[in-house]
């Protein structure tokens, strides 16, 4: 009888497992594109796949192009995910639309454009204005405060 309960309780602890349940699978490495486009400076892209509980998988491999109106400057890769206009070439300034396409080795294509906003002044709130707001939801934005720029 105490073999029996020994064994079961055995297997019981051995069949238990760190790896996290996946209550989504679909959402499993899924590929997601960070940009951050500042005037004057570098583009940097961060490129990798989504893996629930861990850490991103990181994606080096991938073609990487930023395009203005009159440019179209390729990323290189920088490790990390990074991918960087480590020259310096196309120049980044307020008012101008910019395109990012990736194209990963299995033909997946990303895109996305963006302008980058130009010099501006909040006129409401004013400076010493104090905003308290409940938080808004997903489905309730009136939340939000109202700015006027």
Known sequence: MFCCIFCVLGMSFFSCTLDPILSDPEAVA???ASCLLIS??????????SVPESP??????????LMSCDSLQ??????????????????LVPGERYTLNIVLNDGTHIS???????????????DNDTLVYPLATETDTSRFPR???
């Open 30 to 32: 899924r590929v997601y």
């Open 40 to 49: 004057g400076q570098p583009a940097v892209v961060v490129l990798g796949r």
């Open 56 to 65: 991103p998988i990181y994606i080096p491999d991938a073609r990487v192009t």
């Open 74 to 91: 390729d990323l290189v890769y920088q490790g990390n995910g990074f991918y960087k206009d480590s020259q310096n070439r196309l120049k």
């Open 112 to 126: 996305g454009q963006t302008t980058i906003p130009g010099a501006f002044e909040i006129f409401q709130p004013a």
């Open 147 to 149: 700015i006027t720029w």
